[in-house]
T-cell receptor, first 109, second 114 residues
Framework: SQQGEEDPQALSIQEGENATMNCSYK?????LQWYRQNSGRGLVHLIL?????REKHSGRLRVTLDTSKKSSSLLITASRAADTASYFC?????????FGAGTTVTVRA | NAGVMQNPRHLVRRRGQEARLRCSPM?????VYWYRQLPEEGLKFMVY????????ESGMPKERFSAEFPKEGPSILRIQQVVRGDSAAYFC????????????FGSGTRLTVV
């Protein structure tokens, strides 16, 4: 069964706007990771947040984690056309990643 | 410093044939993981291997699927007697031996069964 589930399923925004997507999960985790997948390509690791961390930044990415609510959010600021992709959260328990179905983000020029 | 290399990128097989998917991990990585992605879905864990050892194959279908990671050479995911439902993208990831942070994924093999 899927551990992480993203919301919304799809998101369309104008270039320069911010994009926010959420991830909920069911069981306790060691860490949570976010990945990007461009159409027909492999996954690119974006950011990892550990279970004892609440917020993490990397460039234009901001990730939050609320273990009490079993949820995480990914914020992409000042979006660009190149951010058009599917974004997946994955919970990590030891070595096994459990992915949600992803949020498809389309950034319009 | 090449990343995780998977080949072939695309593979077409007729029903009943065998499919062999190869994965060469990143240099210095001794742990390999295989995942399957069906259309419009997230990746599903299949198997975790270390050199010459299958650590966890709980995500592998019980029949027709096997995986290996020999002492020398790439990891191989083998699907015997393929069926249309095996059509999917198969991704390999690798990680270093200590800790499991920072998985690196390959570009995947897209298997189409006709």
């Amino acid at each position: 069964s899927q551990q992480g589930e993203e919301d919304p399923q799809a998101l369309s925004i104008q270039e320069g706007e911010n994009a926010t997507m959420n991830c909920s999960y069911k069981t306790s985790i060691n860490n949570l990771q976010w990945y990007r997948q461009n159409s027909g390509r492999g996954l690119v690791h974006l950011i990892l947040i550990r279970s004892n961390e609440r917020e993490k930044h990397s460039g234009r990415l901001r990730v939050t984690l609320d273990t009490s609510k079993k949820s995480s959010s990914l914020l992409i600021t000042a979006s660009r056309a190149a951010d058009t992709a599917s974004y997946f959260c994955a919970t990590d328990n030891d070595y096994k990643l459990s992915f949600g179905a992803g949020t498809t983000v389309t950034v319009r020029a | 410093n090449a990343g995780v290399m998977q080949n072939p990128r695309h593979l077409v097989r007729r029903r009943g044939q065998e499919a062999r998917l190869r994965c060469s991990p990143m240099k210095g990585h001794s742990h390999v993981y295989w995942y399957r992605q069906l259309p419009e879905e997230g990746l599903k864990f299949m198997v975790y291997l270390q050199k010459e050892n299958i650590i966890d194959e709980s995500g592998m279908p019980k029949e027709r699927f096997s995986a290996e990671f020999p002492k020398e050479g790439p990891s191989i995911l083998r699907i015997q007697q393929v069926v249309r439902g095996d059509s999917a993208a198969y991704f390999c990831a690798s990680s270093p031996p200590v800790g499991h942070y920072g998985y690196t994924f390959g570009s995947g093999t897209r298997l189409t069964v006709v």
